[in-house]
């Protein structure tokens, strides 16, 4: 099944608002999906969200406020009643209910966290740091005690089960409410019903603390593949539980926070952001890429004699600083994600910066033959081709080296390569790059002019 | 906990092996969870590979086959007898052994096959391509009947589960094992035990068709919070199930694609592939990075006869191609994640299109200005700063325009963005950039030399 289309849908509520026929818009709201009717509603005027909105059952409204952006959901709860908010948010995931309360006036949180009948759930969640393990978790009700036996277990959850977060592991404490162990909801419908809980589980847990950070949690759920992760204090205490949906979105993030650094865009923030927000996200960048570029200028500059005696090998300026700079790009692209995925570690760094020379080699070697077949071929004087070809295979080289050292420093320096390193690379390989060209432009100027 | 040291493990293991001590090397091999043995394994030489993996038990070999490199994983199975090959992979979770199958050499993949004793329950799975839903495809064990009670349901689990897939949800299948339902393991348990599952199901199940694109079949499981997508045929009969596990994997896959085609690398691979295999990955890309810079190089060399007079103009070139390329690069990134995600649509072209303009705008006023004031500072004639200034104000523009508008026309073309952008976009902004500022300087000659 495909994703419905949300168009058709939206359509038929708007006229429906349209007719204030309220019954009508909220059947086909409350017909959709969580994601899709956070979707739709995001797509409707702030007047009809308002409107719409305390008219559906509290668990849609629970669920839209959850699905939608968390600007967009800040907004509608910063519009409804202290009361309204606090009945919903009752209703929320706890995590989701108090990342909410994190992004809304201080002040106004305050009123509906006392407003609200679970708020001692929600007090220990919003202790914790976003982008750690602990902002990351939700409150853990579905726990066993060690002592109980299968079937207590099940009687147990038959209880609060209906209530809780989603359950693939239960968590087993002990009287300190330290965890002691894991059973899986599989394990304990297969075990026989006397047997005590303490004698089945798995003492082995993957566990997180609440203070690291929540790339760690997610790097540790994706590679033993969980489904939840428990948040533990230093003392063992079981804190909470990271969910598999927070892990996607957690990877989603890393992923793209890693694309826009790349990109040269400090923060992650969806698309449509604000023009004077992307601006802060973007100048700063632009401003020390300005600064760099200034050192290619004083190279430039250096040279401007022979500039002057042979206008023409500006023409190969984009050739040879920039190819060359889009060799750089890739090995630093190969050398981040792998970094980044943990595919490749620090002491990995002489093998790698081995490897991205020859590649550098063999690259410079084709596109240096390339650029001076083009040079002769455009009919420069005969020396052009030389010096352009060998400017590329050299920078080609060094293009290689940057692209492989500059990220391995930045991650020995702990400093986000993603991050330092686009600009830096990008640096080298244009000072390079002019060095190399109008250095050996130089010396055969006699050939040349 | 924080994964395990495997450095500490992997040198204990290797003086085992080096005093051919296989127990305690196979020992200390199975105290690991899969992901760390093949972390491990990965590490030792082939010959001390192929000594271990048949010692170690059926379950621990299979592990370490599926969670091994793909390529890694093929030369392992490649170098194994055909029986200890076929016991280890009736052993692996069908998907990883048809995917492994299909990794190995086709005449002893059909040896292996022939010697397997599961080998019905792969063949089906070997039939669908890479990269589709079907590909990724395990087979579903644990499906229940619609005419069975919630007793007989459990029962028929306590029989096949501790062989089948992990289970979280049961799909539900009527006499002509068409997806007629779901019920989760938890619904189950909670429900009175003489009612029939057609009668607790909920039939709304979100599927896929085993033709889509793997990227469809992700997209789904992360919108919708699944942990297990059916695959269906045209007649909506079951064909087997994808697992969180491969959403995971999927994500990741898609989003290094992403950040290696941004990065001018053609083909998504793991960083430590061999020279031969990175040049053709790299190779291409800067062919025709090459032939695009001549654009630039064509632009320059019209504009020969002015370098020549103020040969102080080179001086700003890496500023005013440069830095707006970096600003084209800002666009194009926000511009394509937000595609990648879904979070922008073609829909949103024009709206996109105006913001990068007016932040095009505003960056190019803020860093224009400062490159008037750089160029008059570094002592270059007074009109020198302001043309510096103005071809960037007005490049920036053009990035922002050229950053939206191409990765749009190629989503429009049915081209992936990432892959067709980002010489597009730096191809423009060179030529744009060199075009303004020597076009400015033409008209502002007099006042230059």
Redesign the interface.
Known sequence: ???IDIEKVLDRVRQALAESDWNRAVDLVEAL?P?DQADLFADLPPTDQDELLPRLELEDSADILEELEEEEAAEVAGRLGTNDLARILDEMEPDEAADLLGDIDPRRAKEALAAMGEAEEIRPLLEHEDETAGGLMTSAKMTLHESMTVDQA?AH??VI??EAE???YLFVLDDEVRLVGVVS??QL??APSDRRIKDIMETD????QASADQE?AA??M????L?ALPVVDQENHLLGLIT??D??DV??EE??E???R????LKEH???IG?PS??RS??P???L??AT??I??TV??SF??V??QV??L??????V???SG??G??A???????LS?G??SLR?GL??LG?EV??GL??GL??GS??SI?ATL?GGPPALGLVAGLATLLNMVAAGIAGAAVPMVMEALKVDPALASPILV?TIT?ACG?TFYLGLATLLLARLV
């Open positions: 099944m495909a994703p999906r994601p099940i959850l038959r089960g209906p989603a359950v693939y909801l599989r419908i297969s847990v993957v566990r997180v760690e790097r540790l994706s590679r033993y593949d489904l598999h949906d892990l996607v990877l989603e992923a793209t890693d694309i826009y790349l990109g040269g865009v969806p698309p449509d023009v992307a601006l973007r100048l960048w632009l401003a890429n300005l570029a200034l290619s200028a430039l500059k401007q004699s500039i002057a206008a023409i500006a023409m190969f300026f984009p050739v600083a920039g190819v889009s060799a790009t890739q630093l692209t190969v050398v981040v994600r792998g995925l595919e490749l990995d093998r790698a490897r020859s590649i063999a690259n084709v596109v390339l650029v083009v455009l990008s244009d002019y």
